[in-house]
Every structure is written in structure tokens, then in C-alpha cells.
């Protein structure tokens, strides 16, 4: 029977897929049709969403992006057939998936199931080499797993970009009864979708690599702070965590080794700052989403006062690859410190949008233009914010800088979460300036006083700026206002907030109504 794919992916969702899968399913009824529906996970090539897969011998063919409207024509094709004349002449046809340049062109290994699988079949995960990782990991000491995890490289892809052996092997040599594993799902950076495309399209690898961190590091007790606004990814995750369980995977005898890890998944705040660990910490424990002074770190007294790892979704759902295929097949993607693979997001002002992922070192430009075909607009593309909403604006003089942490550090630019959001040549930059400090004072949990008052007081200083009202005078106002936040901040939130205000600045003075003279002053 043939077997046909539709992605069951939020983006896919939000795009007609369950409207699509329907009429399929419809249409095939009516025409006496037999066909097998598996609802996969999204590949991540949203601009042809939803991307109905048809399997045959020589790989799946794909067809998108399909409406439902579309569907009546796909069978009046013979696209059961997909190697017939008919079905490949049908203006939707793209050939095999795997030939699509936007996938071919990629290094999937956190990614390498997602798209391919039924994201709550165990059996489709254990046949796509899953639990590998795990498999070896319970024949190893503590030791031994976190010298794996360091000699690999892997940092922390939450933002902060910190060794994620070094985290691990400092929980690991903290005395204590009780340790926890915590995945940061809080996933609020705008243009990013990374982390909610694991959960809902691949929960089990995020299973499996927190059960690693606890076996690693003797923590029996896991929890998944997962963003409130991601129903479809809490679903994923409880049924996975169930099937899991059952099978032995999770629990107090895993595989039969001895060892115990069980897992939970407790929904955010709703709090963009929550996504800063202490808070989080706070959240999990049923606090206010404050931060917390800093030390003692969280890998010391964490969750309850004891030690934990707190990690990042795609930092967690990393490690069975690395367990699997060892420390140097990850280590030898990369370049220079940043070592393996990001997730890379495209989103705003891009003709095609969706996730990539490629080893460090790729550039901007490769990925503005080769990957996502330029604008949508067809307008030239004035800036790029790469990392949140507190990440710089990066100019096009910038666009050739690879995408490796060091490199972007020495550009006075983070690579953040790997989210990459392009505007074109009609984007006003001192409004996107504003836009960071509003932000900011939003979303600050009011604990300091240099993020809780100096955001309200940037976007005071900026509506001088953009009236035209004595703007040198307020633009060294603003300078002095980014200096405090970014050296007085208690977290990332008012310590970042200046990378996009001060860089829309120096790039964009023209903006501001200064000239690049009257800038650089």
C-alpha cells in the first residue's frame, strides 16, 4: 500500500496541512483509492508547506506546497504514481525530497530525523537509529560520558554558548542526594522555532539525551520547562514520555541497568525572562520569575538548592548523536571553537523561510541569498537581526561574517539561538531601536534597576530621537543610558538590550538624523 506523508508541524498546521491531509484521505475514499497517511514531522522547508510526500522505491517525492484546494488535482495527476509523466508535469511536483537544494545542501545530525519519522512511534525512532546514544551511555561511568560530551565540543545552543561538558562535569562532582536535569524549552526569541520543532517533530531525541545528562551525572529527576504558548509540543512530549516509559526507557530500572531517570514536562509563565535560567529556576519551583544573584551558580544550588544541569533544548537533543557516533565525528564539523552544527532559522523579510542546519562557518550571505533566494520583497536587504530580539543589526558590509561565535563576538554580535531575521531597505532602524528598549521594559522582572528603569527610560530618550529633538544631545544620553545596562544588568535582558539599540546606531546613523561623522563622534 502506498504510503503518504503530511507534516502534523505546528508551521504546517498553521499553513492547511490538517485540512489537507483530510481531503486526502477523502478524496482517495471516493475514488476507491487505498493509501496509508503517516503524519511525519516538518522538514523544516516551510515555504513549501504544507509538503506532501509520496514513498517509493527510490526515496520520498515531494509535492508543495498543497492546499486543500490542490488535492483533486494531485489524484487527476496519478500522484500515487509519482514516476509517472503525469505526476511529475503536475506544477506542484518538486522531485525527491532529498534533491530539494535547500535540504540536499545540509549537515542534519541534531536534525537527522525530524521530517522523516512519526514524531510518537518509538519503533520509527529506534529503526532511525534511536536510543543508540543511550545504549552506550549505560555502559560507561560518569566520568567517561562527560569526557565524551567535552572532547566533542558541544557548547551550549541556548545563547550563552557555554562547553556543555564543563556545566555537566561541575554537577557531576557536586556533592549531593538529589540532582536534576532541566531542558530550558522557554523558547521566546522571536524568529525562532528550533526548539518546537524537536519537541513536536522528534521528542524522543530530547528524551534520550536528558536521560544521558542524569545517568551522566547521577540525577535521577528531569524536567522540561516548556513554553506555554506550544500545546502541540506539551502533547508530543507526555505521549512520548508515556511510551517511553513503558518500554523502559525511562524509569526507575532503564534497560535494565540499574540506574533511574524520570521525566516531566511543567508548562512556562509566559514570561520572556523566565528564559534566563535562574529565573526559570524560580518559575519551576513555583516563584516569581525573578533572577537570581549569581553565584552560587545553578550547577552548585540549582533546582530546590541542589545541583543541576540546565540546558538548552538542542544542546540536550545533541547528545545521542554524540554518544552514538563519538566525541570526533561531532568535533569534526565546525570551525574553530564552535564545533558541530546549529540550527539555523530564517525568518522575516526572506522568500523562503524555514530551519537549516549546517556546521559552524557558514556566512550570512550564503544563507540570505543562496538558502532563502533573497527578499520576498525583492527589495535589497538593508540589516539582519541575528539572535533574538536582543541581538545586533548586522549591516550588508557585515553579511560575510561565518557564523561561529568568536566571530560574531568580534563584530560586537551573539549568534544567540541561530535565529535570523532580514528586513529590507524600507526598515526605519531607529524604530527597530525603540523597538528593544519597549521590549525590555515589558518583559523585565523588575529585580535591577539599570534593566527596569533604564529600558522605560530608552524608549523615552528615543521618541526625542525620532521627533528630531536636539538629537545629538539625546543619542549621548542613549550612549551613557546602553553603557549602564550593559555593565549594570543582573541577566542577559538588560545587559543585552544595547546590541541592537547601539547597532542599529553606528550602522544606520542616518536614521537617528545624525550623519555617520556626527555618529562615530
Known sequence: MVKVYVPIDSTALSLGAERTAKKIIA???????????????????????????????????????????????????????????????????????DDIAWLKKQQRLTFARVGITDPVS?????????????????????????????????????????????????VLNAPADQKYVVCNADEGDSGTYSDRMIMENDPYVLIEGMTIAGIAVGATQGYIYLRSEYPHALATLNEAIRKATIAGYLGENILGSGK????EVRRAAGAYVCGEETSLLESLEGKRGLVRFKPPLPAIEGLFGQPTIVNNVISLATIPIILDKGAQFYADYGMGRSRGTLPIQLAGNLKRTGLIELAFGVT?????????????????????QVGGPLGAYLPEHQFDTPLDYEAFSQIWAVLGHGGVIAFDD??????????????????????????????????????????????????????????????????????????????????????????????AA
Not at 260 to 263: E, G, Q, R, S, V
Open 122 to 170: 518509538l519503533d520509527d525512532y529506534l529503526a532511525h537509529d534511536g536510543y543508540q546514544g543511550l545504549k552506550n551511555a549505560i555502559q560507561l561511568s560518569g566520568e567517561a560520558i562527560v569526557k565524551v560530551v567535552t572532547d566533542s565540543g558541544l557548547r551550549g545552543r541556548g545563547g550563552a554558548a557555554f562547553p556543555t561538558g564543563i556545566k555537566w562535569n561541575t
Open 27 to 97: 478524496e482517495a475514499q471516493q475514488r476507491g483509492l487505498s493509501l496509508t497517511l503517516v503524519r511525519n514531522g516538518s522538514r523544516g522547508v516551510f515555504w513549501l508547506e504544507p509538503l506532501v510526500e509520496v514513498a517509493t522505491a527510490e526515496g520520498r517525492v515531494a509535492f508543495g506546497p498543497i492546499a486543500p484546494e490542490d488535492v483533486t488535482s494531485l489524484f487527476d495527476a496519478d500522484f500515487l504514481n509519482p514516476s509517472s509523466a503525469s505526476a511529475k508535469a503536475h506544477p506542484l511536483y518538486q522531485g525527491l525530497t
Open 426 to 519: 524600507t526598515v526605519n532602524m531607529a524604530g527597530m531601536a525603540r523597538y528593544a528598549f519597549e521590549f525590555c521594559a515589558i518583559e523585565s522582572c523588575g529585580k535591577c534597576t539599570p534593566c527596569r528603569i533604564g529600558s522605560t527610560r530608552g524608549v523615552e530618550v528615543m521618541d526625542h530621537v525620532i521627533a528630531g529633538k536636539q538629537p545629538a544631545k539625546h543619542i549621548q544620553i542613549l550612549r551613557d543610558l546602553s553603557d549602564t545596562m550593559l555593565h549594570g544588568s543582573l541577566c542577559a535582558l538588560g545587559g543585552m538590550t544595547p546590541y541592537p539599540v547601539i547597532s542599529a546606531l553606528n550602522h544606520f546613523p542616518e536614521d537617528f538624523g545624525l550623519s555617520n561623522k556626527q555618529a
Open 364 to 384: 550570512l550571505r550564503e544563507l540570505l541569498y543562496d538558502y532563502a533566494g533573497g527578499s520576498a520583497s525583492g527589495r535589497p536587504i538593508r540589516a539582519v
Open 260 to 263: 533511574a531517570f524520570h521525566l
